[in-house]
C-alpha cells in the first residue's frame, strides 16, 4: 500500500505563492487518483482538488480554481499543489490523499484509501 508525505508549508504573505509536495513511497503510486484537501482550525476537511492516476484530468473546488494547480510526476512518486494568490482564508493544514476510486467522487474525503501526516499553510494579511 502507499503512503505519502507532505511537504512545502510555510507562512507566506497574501498574494504570494507556494508549492506543496505530496511524495508516495511504494510501486503502485501510478495507480491512485490523488486528491489534496485542508482543514482549518474549527472547520470540516475539504476538498481542493484532485488528479487522475495519468495526470491527465484535474478537479479543483470553487474557491481555488484558477489559482491553484496540481501536477503529478510518477516517475518522481511525487503529486504537486502549485497554489498562486494565496489568501488569508486559505490558512489551513494540506493533506493529500490516494483513492483507487473513480472522478465521481474525488470530492468525497471518505472515499480516501490512505492520507498523509498534514503540512501547514498560514497566509498573512
Known amino acids: 500500500q502507499v503512503q505519502l508525505v507532505e511537504s512545502g508549508g510555510g507562512l507566506v504573505q497574501a498574494g504570494g505563492s507556494l508549492r506543496l509536495s505530496c511524495a508516495a513511497s511504494?510501486?503502485?503510486?501510478?495507480?491512485?487518483?490523488i486528491g489534496w484537501f485542508r482543514q482549518a482550525p474549527g472547520k470540516e476537511r475539504e476538498f481542493v482538488g484532485a488528479i487522475s492516476w495519468s495526470g491527465g484530468s484535474t478537479y479543483y473546488a470553487d474557491s481555488v480554481a484558477g489559482r491553484f494547480t496540481i501536477s503529478r510526476d510518477n516517475a518522481q512518486n511525487t503529486v504537486y499543489l502549485q497554489m498562486h494568490s494565496l489568501k488569508p482564508e486559505d490558512t489551513a493544514v494540506y493533506y493529500c490523499?490516494?483513492?483507487?476510486?473513480?472522478?465521481?467522487?474525488?470530492?468525497?474525503?471518505?472515499?480516501?484509501?490512505?492520507w498523509g501526516q498534514g503540512t501547514q499553510v498560514t497566509v498573512s494579511s
Open positions: 511504494g510501486r503502485t503510486f501510478s495507480s491512485y487518483a
Open positions: 490523499a490516494a483513492t483507487t476510486r473513480g472522478s465521481t467522487v474525488w470530492r468525497d474525503r471518505y472515499e480516501y484509501h490512505v
